[in-house]
C-alpha cells in the first residue's frame, strides 16, 4: 500500500505561482511514475504531468511551458511547480503514484483556485 499526502494548495491570482507536493510513504517501489492529474467541475479528471523514477516526463499540452514536475528521491516526494496560473488551472489536484505490481493509488487531492 502507499500513501499519498498533497499541500501546497491554495487561492492564487491570474499569472501567479504555486507549488504542490505530494510525499509518498509506505510500500514504494523502485520502478514508479508518480504524477499529477486535476478535475474540474463538471470534467474528467486529466493528467497534469508526470514523472518516471528515471526522470522521463510528460505534460498536457495545456500546461506545457508553464508547469514543471519534479521529484526528489530520497525525500519519496514529487513537487509541480505552476507558473502563470489562468482560471482554466482551478481544479481539485491529486497526487498519483503508480507501479506495475501494485497499479494506481491516490491522494486525496488538493484545491487550487485561480481567481483575482
Known amino acids: 500500500q502507499v500513501q499519498l499526502v498533497e499541500s501546497g494548495g491554495g487561492l492564487v491570482q491570474p499569472g501567479g505561482s504555486l507549488r504542490l507536493s505530494c510525499a509518498a510513504s509506505?510500500?514504494?517501489?523502485?520502478?514508479?511514475?508518480m504524477g499529477w492529474y486535476r478535475q474540474a467541475p463538471g470534467k474528467q479528471r486529466e493528467l497534469v504531468a508526470s514523472m518516471t523514477n528515471g526522470g522521463f516526463t510528460h505534460y498536457a499540452d495545456s500546461v506545457k511551458g508553464r508547469f514543471t514536475i519534479s521529484r526528489d528521491g530520497a525525500k519519496n516526494t514529487v513537487y509541480l511547480q505552476m507558473n502563470s496560473l489562468n482560471r482554466d488551472d482551478t481544479a481539485v489536484y491529486y497526487c498519483?503514484?503508480?507501479?506495475?505490481?501494485?497499479?494506481?493509488?491516490w491522494g486525496r487531492g488538493t484545491q487550487v483556485t485561480v481567481s483575482s
Open positions: 509506505g510500500s514504494l517501489f523502485t520502478i514508479n511514475t
Open positions: 498519483n503514484y503508480w507501479d506495475v505490481i501494485q497499479s494506481d493509488f
